[in-house]
């Protein structure tokens, strides 16, 4: 496990192994956020230009809309959207 902090957040990081394979499993321990992404979902976070995470940060301390349930990257691409 490998931890990462600044003045604002500390983030941990681990590999895990699941039955698909190797994840990267990123927590916010202080959030209570949590994510796991496979290599492809890792490749495509270098694909994306900086505003992208700009607008990620626009709402550094998670979703502020109510009713809005945060879910991982790779259920909107198995389900194919939002909707999902």
Do not use: C
């Not at 994840?23 to 916010?28: D, F, H, K, T, Y």
């Not at 992208?52 to 945060?70: I, K, M, N, R």
Request: proline letters at 7%.
């Amino acid at each position: 496990m490998l931890t990462l902090s600044n003045e604002f957040t500390t983030v941990t990081i681990e590999k895990i192994q699941t039955r698909n394979g190797e994840r990267l499993r990123i927590s916010a321990p202080r959030m209570g956020y949590t994510v796991e992404l496979d290599p492809l979902e890792l490749e495509a976070l270098t694909w994306q230009p900086v505003e992208t995470f700009s607008q990620l940060l626009a709402t550094p301390f998670g979703p502020d809309e109510d009713g809005v349930e945060a879910r991982p990257l790779s259920d909107l691409i198995l389900f194919g959207g939002e909707h999902g």
